[in-house]
């Protein structure tokens, strides 16, 4: 079991869709599917969280939500709690290739408490 923040879990998330773009062997390539599958899901349930945390204190201003000046403190308070969360997941690691992989370190650094070494 891993304990991770809902920031790391929306991190992982958005990493494993840019992973998911590159060309890799089959079996990672199903690995990440697999694990970003089970990522997702979990990101969905805080991002509606914090999507609840934009209505509760926003406006309306056409297709936006927008926090007026009065409400910041208490949003920024709210979003702050949301993502330092921890969240305890049973999520299997995966095993990328030791070559060629180009990767940025903000990618990486995002799969870290994902991939084994």
């Given at each position: 079991m ?12 958005e ?8 060309d ?14 089970v ?6 349930v ?11 204190h ?12 009065e ?8 979003i702050?709690e ?22 940025k ?5 995002a799969?870290?408490e994902?991939?084994?070494?």
């Amino acid at each position: 079991m891993l304990q991770l923040k809902v920031a790391e879990i929306l991190g992982a998330n958005e990493a494993l869709v840019q992973l998911g773009e590159l060309d890799l062997p089959i079996s990672t390539a199903v690995k990440v599917a697999r694990l970003h599958k089970v990522v997702e899901a979990e990101a969905g349930v805080h991002l509606k969280l914090r999507s609840d945390l934009f209505k509760k204190h926003g406006k309306q201003n056409g297709d936006q939500i927008e926090i007026p000046k009065e409400n910041m403190e208490a949003f920024i308070k709210e979003i702050n709690e949301l993502l330092i969360q921890e969240v305890e997941v049973d999520w299997p690691k995966i095993t990328l290739p030791d070559e060629g992989l180009n990767l940025k370190p903000k990618v990486l650094k995002a799969l870290l408490e994902l991939i084994e070494n």
